[in-house]
């Protein structure tokens, strides 16, 4: 009986941290993951498209760029034109972008490369239309 109310316990209690931690990521708001590889002399490479669900800043947590390059961060809408500020990103780098895009509008984030980087470079981490 004593190993019964130890198991429902146990249970309980992973139920109801499963539940908080739920509740912050969505009250965090939407973030999306990226692996990319932006190709070299300015080229850009684009992630997945969200929708906005706030007006106002936008957000990138990079967490690895390769060979300790630099990229552009921008926000753009689906016709490709340019919403926000750019921003330099790096390793564990967060930044929050202003940007002009309303709620509601479906965006996506432009990495860019440097028009001397003559390598390709992989950007890995997390991106959000709004500010979480």
Not at 44 to 63: E, F, H, P, W
Not at 109 to 121: C, K, L
Request: net charge negative.
């Amino acid at each position: 009986m004593k190993k019964n109310v130890m198991s429902l316990l146990a249970v309980v209690l992973i139920c109801f941290l499963a539940v908080i931690i739920t509740g912050k990521a969505l009250a965090a708001g939407t973030w999306s993951y990226y692996d990319l590889t932006v190709p070299p002399l300015g080229a850009t490479m684009i992630t997945n498209n969200l929708q906005k669900a706030y007006n106002g800043l936008c957000a990138v947590d990079s967490r690895s760029i390769g060979a300790d390059y630099d990229l552009n961060v921008y926000l753009e809408l689906l016709d490709n034109t340019v919403v926000s500020d750019k921003r330099v990103i790096n390793d564990n780098t967060l930044v929050r972008i202003n940007n002009w895009a309303s709620a509601g509008q479906t965006v996506h984030m432009t990495f860019e490369s440097g028009w001397s980087d003559h390598v390709h470079i992989e950007a890995i981490g997390y991106w959000s239309p709004d500010n979480p």
